[in-house]
Every structure is written in structure tokens, then in C-alpha cells.
């Protein structure tokens, strides 16, 4: 009888990885990198990179189980699951499902995760409306329906400030609104080396194409929000820089310098980046000021 269940069980997981793997053929074309495999690697301490060579997912590995941060495509779990245990833990063990924000790149699997896993799934507040719905709340793409995807009932929902502990392990929740009403950026302590870190995993300040930032009727504190998130994330301390995309933190660049070699033996984890995480930062204010004052009555 055990073995009849647990076949069962197999065929099950095996349809529903097919099934997810056919709705990211069908959906519209995206940045191949999205769904280009890219090998996992432990970031520092108990953080570990398990996404797609475009998309950042993080596992936050603890005793009493894992966490998971951006579920990513419809196509994405098998990815995920084949990195979660390349590294040698259990895909079965997440027992928390966190995001970035509620857009179809970062939260579209997020029902089959929680479906094979049985994962709480916790978003912040502002963003709720947009998951549960399957991104037809979202303020901008809730009209399209390529950027839908299936609706996921949210478990807890969070606040700014807000921390999330499991085995000992605490995360925060830093609302960081403008690119969704509910975007997160995670910050947690790691130790490397016999230092602790904090690290900063950025959820998006990028004003996408088309976005209002002036007379905006189903977003009318956009520009606000994004002003808000520029003076958060100026205000987190950061050592460990990371974000919801790998190209916000140079991941192809530093990910071969990430082993020590015979040359440099005692050579700093190159994610330790807290200038580049300025950097970024000012950057993508600098872009928004422009977009804002392009939009903007003369």
C-alpha cells in the first residue's frame, strides 16, 4: 500500500511539472535567461541561490524547515525543485513561500508550490489583491492576460516591518512600493567567514514601460510610493546585496569570483557589495527623477 501511495504521489508531481512546463510554452515570448537553468550556489551562511540564470529565487535553509523567495514562472518549479536538491535539501521541506512582488515573473507558480510543498504563503499586504486575483488587480497589468496567472490564496498577510522567523531564522519586510502597490524588499543576517552581514534582497524600484507616474487613476500615490522606496532602501544597511532579477546585483559577474582560488585564497565573497548596492540605488532614483520630470506639465 506504501508503495501504491508514493507512486501516486510520483505521478502526480510528474503531470503537474508537465502541465507547468506547457503553460510557460503557451504564454507570450520572455527574456530566454528566465527559463535558462543557472547552477545553484550557497550565497553565504544558510542563503542559497536556486533560480533561473534571469530570475532570482532564494532559499533560506533552517531546522525546522525552509523558506522560499519569488516562486517565478508557471514553467519555474521544476527548475526550482532540481536546484533545491542539487543542493542537497528537500523541495518538500519549504514551509514558507515569500516574494518579491506580485508580478507574473516572481509569484506565477506560487499555487503549485504551495500545492507540492503545502508552504505557508505570506505577501504583503498591498499586494494581496493582486495574487489572490491572479494579477488582474495589478494597478497596470491587470488587463493583459498575459500577465495573469493562476490566483493563489495568501496564508498570512503581511505589514512594513513586519519579520518572518522560522528555526531561527529572521527575515523582515520592508515595503517598497511604486513598481506594485505591495513590492518587498527582504533583509535578513548572515555570517560569512566568522562576520555577520546584513543583506538586502531588493524587490524592484524600476519604472517599467509605460508606467504613470503623473495622473495615474488606479495608482494615484505612484509617484509618492517610489519616493517612499528610494528612502528605504537609502536606509537599510547593506553588505550582502541581492535582488529579484541577477542583472540588479551583477550575479553572472561575481558568481566565478564567489570560490577562493590559489592565487587569491583569502579573496572577500564578491556579493559583499555594499558600494555597488549604492550604487544601484542611485541609479534607479536617478532614472525615476528623469521619468518623473519626462512625464511631468511643463
Not at 545553484?40 to 533552517?62: E, Q, R
Not at 494597478?139 to 522560522?166: C, M, N
Not at 506594485?180 to 538586502?200: E, I, L, P, Q
Amino acid at each position: 500500500m506504501a508503495a501504491n501511495t508514493q507512486r501516486t504521489k510520483q505521478t502526480r508531481a510528474a503531470a503537474l511539472c508537465l502541465l507547468l512546463s506547457l503553460a510557460g510554452v503557451m504564454r507570450a515570448a520572455y527574456p530566454p535567461d528566465w527559463t535558462e537553468p543557472f547552477a545553484p550556489f550557497k550565497i553565504a551562511d544558510n542563503l542559497y541561490y536556486v533560480g533561473s540564470k534571469g530570475l532570482a529565487s532564494y532559499l533560506v535553509t533552517t531546522p525546522a524547515g525552509n523558506i522560499l523567495i519569488n516562486s517565478s514562472l508557471e514553467s519555474s518549479v521544476p527548475l526550482i525543485q532540481a536546484s533545491v536538491e542539487k543542493l542537497g535539501f528537500k523541495f518538500g521541506d519549504t514551509k514558507i513561500l515569500l516574494i518579491s512582488h506580485g508580478h507574473w515573473d516572481h509569484d506565477a507558480s506560487s499555487a503549485a508550490v504551495k500545492k507540492l510543498t503545502g508552504a505557508q504563503y505570506m505577501v504583503m499586504d498591498t499586494d494581496v489583491p493582486v495574487v489572490e486575483s491572479g494579477g488582474k488587480a495589478d494597478f497596470h497589468y491587470g488587463s493583459d492576460p498575459e500577465s495573469q496567472y493562476p490566483a493563489t490564496k495568501v496564508d498570512k498577510s503581511l505589514h512594513d516591518g513586519e519579520q518572518v522567523t522560522l528555526g531561527g531564522t529572521t527575515l523582515t519586510a520592508h515595503k517598497t512600493p511604486g513598481h506594485t502597490k505591495g513590492c518587498t524588499t527582504w533583509t535578513m543576517k548572515v555570517t560569512d567567514a566568522g562576520k555577520t552581514y546584513d543583506v538586502v534582497i531588493v524587490g524592484s524600484p524600476n519604472v517599467n514601460a509605460g508606467f504613470k507616474l503623473v495622473n495615474n487613476a488606479t495608482y494615484p500615490t505612484i509617484a509618492q510610493d517610489y519616493e517612499t522606496t528610494f528612502k528605504v532602501l537609502k536606509s537599510l544597511p547593506c553588505d550582502i546585496f541581492l535582488g529579484a532579477h541577477g542583472d540588479y546585483f551583477d550575479m553572472l559577474a561575481k558568481y566565478p569570483k564567489l570560490k577562493p582560488t590559489a592565487v587569491n585564497p583569502n579573496a572577500l565573497n564578491p556579493f559583499i557589495d555594499p558600494a555597488g548596492y549604492k550604487a544601484y540605488v542611485a541609479e534607479r532614483e536617478l532614472a525615476f527623477r528623469r521619468e518623473l520630470q519626462r512625464q511631468s506639465p511643463k
